[in-house]
C-alpha cells in the first residue's frame, strides 16, 4: 500500500468482524425505552466500524507514524517550549498511589497524593516568589481566566467597581485579550518601542482610574527582557492596578530572577511547557496559578493545606471565586511537574535557564547574517527574525516554514507575534546538544540560499512529506467538517 | 500596488470614499497583500456607532486575525453582506466588490485629517 493511501478507520470497516470480546451479561436486561423517553432513542444503528483488534493497531501505528514530536524530532516552536518529557516522570505518574486513586477518596486515604499537591504548591510558590498557588486551573489560558477573575473580584470586594479595563502590549499572546474578554474586561493595548519592549510613555497614557490589570509576558514574545518592569510596575500600582504575569516563558529566567520581585501580584504557570508535562498532542496542560497575600482570598476553592501534619482540602474560603475546574487539577501533570522539579533541584533549575538563553543567542548570531534579525539585542529564551529579506525574493515566510517539514523539523512559530513582519520564532529549549542546533541551523542557511537561488523549491515545497502544499485557504474558506461514505 | 488617487487612506490601511454625508469603507491593496488569502470578514451591523481609531470589526486570514480600525466617526448605514459568503472579494477586488461598510459621518473634518493616496504610498514604502 502507499504510504499516502492510509485508509480511514470507516473505510477498513467489514460488517460482522469484531476486535473485542466481552464477559457474559450478569445483569437483567432491560429494554432501553422504558428507561429513556421516545425522543431521545435512535432509530438507526449507528454506523460504528468494525475491524478486528490488529487491523485497528495497524491503522493506528501507521498513522501514528505520520506524526512528529519531541522524542521524533526537533521542534523549535517559539513560545512552546517544546523541551524534552523525562521518561522518568512517566514512571512516576504511573505509582499505583497517583494513577489509580479516585477523586472521592477520603482525605485520610489520600496523604501522599495531598501531599505532593501541597509540596508543588510551595516549590511554585518559591519559584515565582508569589504567597499561595492554586494547582486547579488546567491549562495556560485557563490560568490566565483564573487570575483575571480574582483580580475583578478583589477590586470588586474594595467597591472598586469601574476598573474595567486590561491593558496588554502589541506584542502580546493572542491569549491575553481573549482570557480578558471571557473575564468580561475590555483590552486596552499598550505599544513597543523601538527596542521591542513596552513604551513607558504610552503606558503612563493608557492606565488609569479604570485600569483593572496590565498582563505581560518577561521576557516578551520577542525573547527580550522587559528591563522596565520595576517601573512599570510602579507606573500600574500607581494607579491602583495589578500585574499579571504570563508564565509562558518563564523557561527564560527561572530560577534566576522570580516575577513576584518584579512586582507582579498574580502568576500563572504551563506546567505543560516549563515542568516537562508532554504537550503537543493536545495536552492536558496545567496551568497553576500564584498570587500574593492581597488575592489570597480569593483563589479557587479548594486549596491542600498541612496542619499538624495532616493534609486536607480547605474549603472554608468565603471569599473564593469558587472551582474552576472539577476536582483538583490535571493531577497527573502535576505529578509529572513535581517529579521533574525534585529531579533537577535548585541548582539544576538554573541551568535549564541557563542552556535555554545560550542555545537561543548561538542559533540568533549565527542565522542573523541570513535572516533579518529586527531587534538586535541579547535575546532570552527565544529569538523572532524577519523573513523580509526573503519575502523580496517572493518566498514568504509560509514557505520557509514548509520547506522545513522536507527536513524532517517541526517549523517554528510564524506569523507571530504580530509587531514583527513575516516573523519567525525561534525556540530552541535547553534540552537540544549543539549538534542538533548546528544541524538545523545549516538548514535555514542552505534555505535562505534556495530563496535566492532557486526559489520555486521553497515556493512549492514540501516536497518529501505524505501530502503536500495544503490549500489552506479553500479548507477555511469552504470546511468540509463532516465525513461523507463513498457511494 | 493599486491605490486608487480618488481615496483618502489611514494609518491602519483602511480606504475611505466620500459619498456625500456618507462614506464607504474597505482595506486597501497593500493590507489586502500583506494579509494574504483572507478567510472570514466580520463587520458590525446596521445602526452600530463606530468610533475613530476603534475596532469596528476584523478579517481572518489564513495567518492571522487583524482588527479593522475605523477611520471615521459615525453611524454604519450598510454594510456588505455578500462577504460573508465571498471573502475572497477582499484579495480580488479591494476597492469595488470588497467595500465593507457605509458610515454616516458625525464629523466630516475626520476625513480631512486621512492620508491622501501619495501620502499613503510614501507610508508603505517603508
Known amino acids: ?487 | 500596488m493599486n491605490t486608487p488617487k480618488e481615496l483618502r487612506y489611514s494609518e491602519e490601511h483602511e480606504w475611505v470614499q466620500v459619498e456625500g454625508e456618507k462614506v464607504r469603507i474597505g482595506i486597501s491593496d497593500f493590507a489586502q497583500s500583506e494579509l494574504g488569502d483572507i478567510v472570514f470578514v466580520e463587520l458590525p451591523e446596521v445602526g452600530d456607532e463606530i468610533t475613530v481609531n476603534e475596532p469596528f470589526g476584523s478579517v481572518e486570514s489564513v495567518k492571522t486575525v487583524s482588527e479593522l480600525y475605523a477611520p471615521v466617526s459615525g453611524k454604519v448605514v450598510e454594510i456588505n453582506e455578500e462577504l460573508n459568503d465571498s471573502p475572497e472579494f477582499v484579495n480580488e477586488s479591494p476597492y469595488e466588490k470588497a467595500w465593507m461598510v457605509v458610515v454616516e459621518l458625525s464629523d466630516s473634518s475626520e476625513v480631512d485629517k486621512l492620508m491622501t493616496a501619495e501620502q499613503y504610498e510614501e507610508m508603505i514604502k517603508e
Not at chain 1, 546538544?433 to 537561488?453: G, N, P, R, W
Not at chain 1, 515545497?461 to 463532516?482: C, M, N, Q, W, Y
Open chain 1, 1 to 487: 500500500m502507499h504510504k499516502e493511501d492510509q485508509p480511514l478507520i470507516f473505510e477498513l470497516s467489514t460488517p460482522g468482524r469484531v476486535g473485542y470480546s466481552l464477559p457474559e451479561m450478569d445483569v437483567s436486561e432491560t429494554d432501553l425505552s422504558e428507561l429513556l423517553p421516545e425522543g431521545f432513542l435512535r432509530e438507526e444503528e449507528p454506523e460504528l466500524p468494525e475491524a478486528s483488534e490488529l487491523d485497528i493497531m495497524r491503522h493506528y501505528t501507521a498513522l501514528s507514524k505520520r506524526n512528529h514530536g519531541v522524542d521524533s524530532g526537533f521542534y523549535p516552536l517559539g513560545s512552546c517550549t517544546m523541551k524534552y518529557n523525562p521518561k522518568m516522570n512517566e514512571n512516576v505518574a504511573r505509582f499505583n498511589g497517583f494513577a489509580h486513586l479516585h477523586p472521592l477518596q477520603d482525605e485520610s486515604s489520600v496523604q501522599g497524593a495531598l501531599e505532593l499537591m501541597y509540596d508543588l504548591q510551595e516549590h511554585l510558590i518559591e519559584i515565582t516568589g508569589m504567597d499561595e498557588v492554586t494547582l486547579q486551573p488546567a491549562a495556560g489560558a485557563h490560568g490566565e481566566w483564573t487570575g483575571l477573575m480574582m483580580i475583578r473580584a478583589f477590586h470588586e470586594a474594595n467597591g472598586d467597581h469601574n476598573r474595567t479595563k486590561v491593558i496588554v502590549p502589541d506584542s502580546a499572546h493572542g491569549t491575553n485579550p481573549a482570557s480578558a474578554t471571557v473575564a468580561g474586561f475590555e483590552t486596552i493595548t499598550v505599544k513597543s518601542d523601538e527596542n521591542g519592549l513596552v513604551d513607558l510613555k504610552d503606558l503612563k497614557k493608557v492606565v488609569g482610574e479604570d485600569t483593572a490589570a496590565l498582563m505581560l509576558t518577561n521576557p516578551n514574545t520577542l525573547g527580550l527582557f522587559e528591563e522596565n518592569i520595576l517601573e512599570m510596575a510602579e507606573i500600574v500600582h500607581g494607579a491602583g492596578g495589578k500585574l499579571y504575569y504570563d508564565g509562558a516563558n518563564l523557561n527564560a529566567v527561572m530560577s534566576k530572577a522570580r516575577p513576584g520581585d518584579m512586582g507582579f501580584d498574580v502568576v500563572h504557570l504551563n506546567l505543560h511547557k516549563t515542568f516537562t508535562g508532554p504537550h503537543g498532542g493536545g495536552g492536558p496542560g496545567s496551568g497553576p496559578v500564584g498570587v500574593k497575600a492581597d488575592l489570597i482570598p480569593f483563589l479557587p476553592k479548594p486549596i491542600v493545606t498541612k496542619q499538624d501534619g495532616v493534609y486536607k482540602f480547605d474549603y472554608d474560603r468565603p471569599q473564593s471565586i469558587g472551582r474552576v475546574k472539577p476536582f483538583y487539577g490535571n493531577f497527573g501533570i502535576n505529578v509529572r511537574a513535581y517529579t521533574y522539579i525534585r529531579t533537577m533541584g535548585p541548582d539544576g533549575l538554573k541551568a535549564v535557564t541557563e542552556y535555554a538563553v545560550l542555545n537561543a543567542n548561538y542559533m540568533m548570531r549565527r542565522l542573523a547574517e541570513y535572516y533579518d534579525l529586527p531587534f538586535n539585542r541579547h535575546c532570552k529564551h527565544e529569538f523572532v527574525l524577519s523573513g523580509k529579506r526573503q519575502k523580496k525574493l517572493g518566498v514568504r515566510t509560509l514557505d520557509i516554514a514548509k520547506r522545513l517539514l522536507d527536513f524532517g523539523y517541526h517549523p517554528p512559530t510564524i506569523y507571530f507575534p504580530l509587531n514583527v513582519e513575516e516573523a519567525i520564532m525561534i525556540e530552541p529549549t535547553e534540552t537540544e546538544s549543539k549538534e542538533t542546533l548546528d544541524a538545523f541551523i545549516d538548514v535555514m542557511i542552505q534555505i535562505a540560499k534556495e530563496a535566492e537561488e532557486n526559489p520555486e523549491v521553497v515556493q512549492e515545497a514540501p516536497h518529501s512529506t505524505v501530502v503536500g502544499r495544503l490549500d489552506e485557504t479553500t479548507a477555511a474558506r469552504k470546511p468540509i467538517l463532516r465525513y461523507q461514505k463513498a457511494e
